[in-house]
Nanobody
Framework: QVQLVESGGGLVQAGGSLRLSCAASGLTFGNYYMAWYRQSPGKERELVAFISSGRMPNYADSVKGRFTISRDNAKNTVSLQMNSLNPEDTAVYYC????????????WGQGTQVTVSS
C-alpha cells in the first residue's frame, strides 16, 4: 500500500520561508517521479514542481527562483523549500508520485496547508 505523508506546512508572513517534506512508503521510490501540487480555494490543483529519480527538477513559472525541490532516495523523501513566499502561495500542498514523466496515474498524499499572511 502506497503512502505519502506530507509535513511542514503552517502559517508564515509574506517574504518568509517554509520547508515541506513528504515521506513515501510502499513503493520503489527510485522508480518514481515525485511532485508537489497545490490547490487554492476555488482553483484547480496545479503542478508546482517535480523531480525525476535522477534528481532533475522542473518548476512552474510562478515559483521558479523561489522554490527548490529535492529528493533523498536513501530516505524515500522529497522536500520543497519555499522562499520569498507571498499570499498567492497560500494553498493546500500535495505530494504526488508517478511512474511516468507526464505524471499520470499518480498516488497522492493527504495535503498540508500553507498560509502566507500579508
Amino acid at each position: 500500500q502506497v503512502q505519502l505523508v506530507e509535513s511542514g506546512g503552517g502559517l508564515v508572513q509574506a517574504g518568509g520561508s517554509l520547508r515541506l517534506s513528504c515521506a513515501a512508503s510502499g513503493l520503489t521510490f527510485g522508480n518514481y517521479y515525485m511532485a508537489w501540487y497545490r490547490q487554492s480555494p476555488g482553483k484547480e490543483r496545479e503542478l508546482v514542481a517535480f523531480i525525476s529519480s535522477g534528481r532533475m527538477p522542473n518548476y512552474a513559472d510562478s515559483v521558479k527562483g523561489r522554490f527548490t525541490i529535492s529528493r533523498d532516495n536513501a530516505k524515500n523523501t522529497v522536500s520543497l523549500q519555499m522562499n520569498s513566499l507571498n499570499p498567492e502561495d497560500t494553498a493546500v500542498y500535495y505530494c504526488a508520485a508517478s511512474r511516468y514523466s507526464d505524471l499520470r496515474s499518480k498516488y497522492w498524499g493527504q495535503g498540508t496547508q500553507v498560509t502566507v499572511s500579508s
